[in-house]
């Protein structure tokens, strides 16, 4: 079956610096979107992206879907704590969502 | 308006015992998710609504789970013989399903659900 997968899994960062997470489809993907989970809350929407090479930015974030549509990134300019969370990446093929495992964000102040 | 709510917050039960966990979606929203997600993980898809009927049930992990949504709004999981390895924290989620290629999900804040 489909399956997602996220890289790194953690990353640690000074406030300030810039940090990229990617995710990788092992089938073509119709869509990808992203999701922000905060610690001890829920997921929360970002964005979707749904054309091969499309990039959308969202202030200091940044969304890229891969040529093939079978790869994403997010990238974040200049971190600041309010970005600490687990971000996700989910991969819709014909009808649901599959998930990747997150990449958890924290930083130091 | 009001978000997606899940009852309980949180559940604790019993090995063997049965489960019942309640969604309520945003009003208006014909399409609705079930996740479970464990600690460290992502999202993991059960079950997925579209109206009354469910339209991809194929995440369902056995036969001990199940879910219903008799009138396209409210949707309750139902967990039998739970197992310790059900432990984790149920999501519900819900979208406008405005048009087929746009599905943004709104995500309830979840049940933990606790089998000791």
């Known amino acids: 079956g489909q399956q997602v997968m996220q890289i790194p899994q953690y990353q640690h960062v000074q406030e300030g610096e810039d940090f990229t997470t990617y995710c990788n489809s092992s089938t073509t993907l119709s869509n990808i979107q992203w999701y922000k989970q905060r610690p001890g809350g829920h997921p929360v929407f970002l964005i979707q992206?749904?054309?091969?090479?499309e990039v959308k930015k969202q202030k200091r974030l940044t969304f890229q879907f891969g040529e093939a549509k079978k790869n994403s990134s997010l990238h974040i300019t200049a971190t600041q704590t309010t970005d600490v969370g687990t971000y996700f990446c989910?991969?819709?093929?014909?009808?649901?969502?599959?998930f990747g495992q997150g990449t958890r964000l924290t930083i130091n102040p | 308006g009001a978000g997606v709510s899940q009852t309980p917050s949180n559940k604790v039960t019993e090995k063997g015992k049965y489960v019942e966990l309640r969604c309520d979606p945003i009003?208006?929203?014909?399409?609705l998710y079930w996740y479970r997600q464990s600690l460290g993980q992502g999202p993991e898809f059960l079950i997925y609504?579209?109206?009354?009927?469910?339209?991809?049930d194929s995440g369902l992990p056995n036969d001990r789970f199940f879910a219903v949504r008799p009138e396209g709004s409210v949707s309750t999981l139902k967990i039998q013989r739970t197992e310790r390895g059900d432990s984790a924290v149920y999501l519900c989620?819900?979208?406008?399903?405005?048009?087929?290629?746009?599905?943004?999900?709104?995500f309830g804040p979840g049940t933990r659900l606790t089998v000791l």
């Open positions: 992206l749904v054309k091969s090479g």
């Open positions: 989620a819900s979208s406008p399903q405005r048009h087929s290629s746009y599905n943004e999900q709104f």
């Open positions: 989910a991969g819709k093929g014909a009808q649901k969502l599959v």
């Open positions: 009003s208006g929203h014909t399409a």
């Open positions: 609504f579209q109206g009354t009927g469910a339209a991809d």
